[in-house]
């Protein structure tokens, strides 16, 4: 849903979508550069595999001596999930008809630099060190439809989150005889400053 257009919604069907949507809320994030609000609801198992192979990544680094135990103890492995209830959805929701952002999103992020200083962000998943208020390294994952969305997201990511080191974009494609295609794509910054593609693997499965 694109800001401009929200307004023009009439209330009892904004309002019948805002329950259906929250029965199985998933996440929401806000883009204020691109005025898109989203709200992502019932992830598949595909656009949740890669949190396994995350745990499992950092399990590795510990074996491999690359990280402590202590260490990783302080890197929290986070799934962008909020605990917001209808009432709150729905009142951000009216928030936004008013074009003002409230940040009643318990688990969301906020903080971002110009120009998303009014963002809010939920990552598919992310790796959150202790004491900082945003990740450094954040996943965002989705069928090949959601690429545009997805590249806005890793824009916002790393240009408005100063702490952000790291964006993972994960594209899935449908193949045949149900099998996927998983394109990555490693995203950081160059010495510059500069947001940059980092690396790319290419991967096919069951589901």
């Known amino acids: 849903m694109r800001g401009p257009f929200l ?19 998933s996440s929401i994030s806000y883009n204020p550069l691109t005025k898109v609000l989203t709200a992502r609801v019932m992830p598949t198992t595909v656009h949740d595999c890669h949190q396994e192979w995350l745990s499992n990544e950092l399990l590795d680094m510990v074996m491999a001596g690359f990280l402590t135990v202590a260490e990783r103890k302080k890197l929290k492995l986070r799934v962008g999930t909020s605990m917001m209830h209808l009432f709150s959805f729905y009142f951000t929701f009216l928030s936004f008809l008013k074009f003002y952002l409230i940040d009643i999103l318990l688990l ?3 903080g971002f630099a110009a120009p998303y200083t009014s963002a809010v962000k939920e990552p598919d998943t ?41 964006v993972l974009l994960i594209r899935w494609t ?7 295609k998983g394109n990555l794509h490693v995203h950081g910054r160059d010495l510059a400053g500069n947001v940059v593609l980092l690396q790319t693997e290419v991967c096919d499965c069951y589901i």
């Open 7 to 25: 307004g023009t919604l009439p209330k009892a069907a904004t309002t019948r979508r805002f329950e259906t949507t929250s029965k199985h809320y």
């Open 108 to 110: 969301a992020f906020t």
């Open 126 to 166: 992310c790796i959150l060190p202790d004491a900082l208020p945003l990740p450094t390294v954040a996943v965002e994952s989705g069928w090949s439809e959601s690429w545009p969305r997805l590249e806005a997201d890793k824009d916002l990511w790393l240009v408005g989150g100063t702490a952000v080191e790291l």
């Open 174 to 180: 449908k193949i045949s005889n149900g099998r996927v």
